[in-house]
């Protein structure tokens, strides 16, 4: 397939034979995965991205799921990788789906973590107030590190370290304007409802028991309708779980991982 966008950047762990590429969400960087890369290493070849227009990864116009989809191919051509495990947290979760219905064959797993299938519901005006009160304050003059302590509030459980907090502020922080509005006009398009039952691939359905973005219950559903898919639910923790409880996320992956012929 002709090449349409630039490879993105990302970092590496390990050698072979099997391959994961982690896709972080609309507030994150490859540094979400940091401590998931070298634990892997040893029997995975560990690849974390910087989604198209974040962290060194050139931007891509129009930003589109299709696009997003082409971009994390690329990752794995560039790596040489047949397939790969993908695993996607929030709006990663969206573009794992995306990618496994567009190139199911490049797919050897997934994991949809604290995601959805699809952005709000089928009336425009949730994703038409979501963009006003997501947009208000650039719009207003703020930048992104005045307002990322604001955007990162309510993205944990009741009772976040503190050292998660500041990593979610400072990744914030760092993603330019440009970039997070491209995400904002990007993720409220997203529909693959009806492709659900379509995954053949194993897949792990990975929610947060105090997570009000992606619910619990709303998970659970999701799993129902994925042939074969199991659930499960980190307690004590929000939307940013792998953030605020590293070692139950990390035993989550490891074992959904280990199942994988």
Avoid at 58 to 85: G, N, S
Wanted: glycine share 8%; net charge neutral.
């Amino acid at each position: 397939m002709p090449r349409r966008v630039p490879t993105p950047a990302y970092a590496a762990a390990g050698t072979g034979p099997r391959t994961v590429l982690f896709l972080h969400g609309i507030g994150g960087n490859r540094g979400s995965f940091a401590a998931d890369l070298p634990r892997l290493a040893a029997a995975w070849r560990a690849l974390a991205w910087d989604m198209p227009g974040y962290g060194a990864s050139p931007p891509i116009r129009p930003l589109t799921f299709a696009a997003l989809a082409e971009a994390a191919i690329a990752v794995l051509d560039a790596e040489r990788a047949d397939k790969a495990v993908l695993v996607g947290h929030s709006l990663g979760g969206m573009i794992a789906q995306e990618t496994a219905a567009r190139f199911p064959e490049r797919v050897s797993g997934l994991v949809l973590f604290a995601t959805s299938a699809a952005f709000g519901g089928k009336d425009d005006s949730f994703k038409t107030a979501f963009l006003a009160d997501r947009l208000a304050p650039l719009n207003a003059g703020k930048t992104m590190p005045e307002i990322a302590e604001r955007l990162t509030k309510g993205l944990f459980g009741p009772a976040p370290p503190e050292a998660a907090r500041r990593q979610a502020i400072a990744s914030m922080a760092a993603i330019p304007e440009a970039s997070y509005r491209a995400a904002l006009e990007c993720i409220v398009t997203f529909d693959r409802r009806d492709d659900l039952a379509r995954i053949a691939c194993p897949t792990l359905v990975l929610a947060a028991e105090h997570d009000a973005l992606a619910p619990p219950k709303t998970m659970a559903r999701m799993a129902e309708r994925i042939p074969g898919a199991a659930f499960r639910c980190i307690a004590g923790a929000g939307h940013l779980a792998n953030f605020e409880q590293p070692a139950a996320f990390a035993a989550a992956l490891d074992e959904f991982l280990a199942a994988i012929p």
